[in-house]
């Protein structure tokens, strides 16, 4: 059973930067479609960046592009995100998923519900 941890979360002022992890266990790590989204208070579970298993594909939504960075190390089987230049909208609990197979088409990665696994969610908290 795929398992995924997230980890690196925290408090940080605008213009800061965090970098959260998320180890993956469990399955084939080369299976999967990796992605991460966030969720604030009152607000519907928003799509952030999604990478393939091989890091050959990244996307983002426009609110980050340019300021976070998704990668993944094989090896250690761990997706990262990269957050650069915070802002006060970017607090959220992050969540880590991961979606078995390897078709890239933007409108399933960019779903929560086609993610069969999902991580506990770490809060990011941005002051102004």
């Known amino acids: 059973q795929v398992q995924l941890v997230e980890s690196g979360g925290g408090l940080v002022q605008a213009g800061g930067s965090l970098r959260l992890s998320c180890a993956f266990s469990?399955?084939?790590?080369?299976?999967?479609?990796f992605a991460w989204f966030r969720q604030a208070p009152g607000k519907e579970r928003e799509y952030v960046a999604a990478?393939?298993?091989?890091?050959?594909?990244?996307n983002y939504a426009d609110s980050v592009k340019d300021r976070f960075t998704i990668s993944r190390d094989k090896a250690k089987k761990i997706v990262n995100l990269q957050m650069d230049s915070l802002k006060p909208e970017d607090t959220a609990v992050y969540f880590c998923?991961?979606?078995?197979?390897?078709?890239?088409?933007?409108?399933?990665?960019?779903?929560?519900?086609?993610?069969?696994?999902w991580g506990q969610g770490a809060q990011v908290t941005v002051s102004s």
């Open positions: 998923a991961a979606m078995g197979g390897f078709t890239w088409v933007q409108t399933v990665y960019r779903r929560p519900d086609s993610y069969g696994s």
């Open positions: 469990g399955g084939f790590f080369s299976n999967y479609i």
């Open positions: 990478i393939r298993w091989d890091g050959f594909n990244t």
